[in-house]
């Protein structure tokens, strides 16, 4: 596990910015925010799964660039990109235990969360168990955390700031 403060150029990350609050950035409804059952509502660019989804993919994929630049990891292949933006409100109590997921169970993959504004809005890891925490990271702009994607995790909430923005790259490594 690996947290990287100022993870892009300043004139990139100023870029991402930008972008995502531009007018013209496509956000999308979707229903729950890892799973059907959770029903939190929560709005979605979905960038790469498999294929580009989205013009914006270019716009974003040079990350990857300097994700393997700060890294040990060289890419394999992109699972998936998408970013993630979840408005101010309170939590139901069972929240957190819906929301609990992995990106993927497989073993060589590699989570990347790039958090596009300083909010609250915890992102926990936990251990094996979805219970014990293993780490707390506050949203912080520019900020990337980089886990293993069979890592049980989830993201709270923001209750204090207005939106919760991260953009989420899963990647396969060599």
Sequence with gaps: MQIIDNF???DF??????????????????QYTSY?????????????NGQPQSAWFLHISPVLEVFE???EYKINSIGRI??????????????IEKTIHQDTDKD????????????????????????????RITPKRNRAVIFKSNIWH??????EASIRRVINFIVEVK
């Design 108 to 135: 060589n993959y590699i989570s990347l969360l790039y958090y596009v504004d300083d909010a609250d809005g915890d992102t926990i890891l936990y251990q094996g168990d979805k219970v014990t925490e293993a780490m």
């Design 154 to 159: 989830t993201g709270l909430l923001p209750v």
């Design 82 to 95: 998408k970013a993630n933006l979840l408005t101010n409100r309170v939590a139901p109590k069972d929240y």
């Design 8 to 10: 892009l150029p300043q």
């Design 36 to 48: 059907k059952r959770d029903n939190e509502p929560q709005l979605v660019h979905n960038f790469y």
């Design 13 to 30: 990350a100023d870029q991402v910015l930008k972008e995502l609050n531009s007018a013209d950035f496509p956000w999308y409804l979707n």
């Design 69 to 71: 630049s700060k890294t």
